[in-house]
């Protein structure tokens, strides 16, 4: 991504981050109701989390 384009990314990024961050607590009810307990929930979050660092980590080695 070029400077000129470096804000424009950062916005989309956040969006995105913002949106996720406001669903994720019904997500995690919606998982609590269905199975009766908070594991699904926090499996779900555990997926996220790494393939968010699986994401990083390539970025990462590619020099961004």
Do not use: H
Not at 12 to 31: E, K, L, T
Request: hydrophobic share 60%; charged share 10%; aromatic share 12%.
């Amino acid at each position: 991504v070029g400077k000129a384009d470096m804000g424009k990314t950062q916005g989309v990024r956040a969006c995105i981050v913002q949106i996720f961050g406001a669903i994720a607590p019904a997500m995690i009810g919606y998982f609590v109701a269905f199975t009766g307990n908070f594991t699904a929930g926090f499996v779900v979050l555990a997926a996220a989390i790494a393939i968010s660092a699986a994401c990083m980590l390539k970025l990462w080695r590619e020099g961004f």
